[in-house]
């Protein structure tokens, strides 16, 4: 189960930072990924994280400007966001995928509810 939380309105060139907290794996490694949609627009993926903290990775569109963490401790995965735009703006969701490798959008299949985040120019 993972709940994401964190969204809100702010201006552009702000900073907001969201978290996914995640529970019911029994796994000690699996990566947890960051996915935006936007009204009208398809899904995709922003930044990825292995809980082992091993592999990150980056969309090209957010790279430089956020900042994905994990802690282990607290089952959380934090997306820290910097220097944000409207275009940024779009319900942003975290999901699981039990394969520990970042890179690919695919095989995330436990999925959070959204948060929605809103840049205002």
């Known amino acids: 189960q993972l709940q994401a939380s964190g969204g809100g309105l702010v201006q552009a060139g702000g900073s907001l930072t969201l978290s996914c907290a995640v529970s019911?794996?029994?796994?000690?490694?699996?990566?947890i990924g960051w996915f935006r949609q936007a009204p009208g627009k398809e899904r995709e993926g922003v930044s990825c994280i292995t809980m082992s903290g091993s592999n990150r990775y980056y969309d090209m569109s957010v790279r430089g400007r956020f900042t994905i963490s994990s802690d282990n401790a607290k089952k959380t995965v934090y997306l820290q966001m910097n220097s944000l735009k409207p275009e940024d703006t779009a319900v942003y969701f975290c999901?699981?995928?039990?394969?520990?490798?970042?890179?690919?959008?695919?095989?995330?299949?436990?999925w959070g509810q959204g948060t929605q985040v809103t840049v205002s120019s």
């Open positions: 999901a699981a995928s039990v394969v520990p490798l970042c890179g690919s959008w695919r095989g995330f299949d436990a």
């Open positions: 019911g794996f029994l796994r000690d490694d699996y990566a």
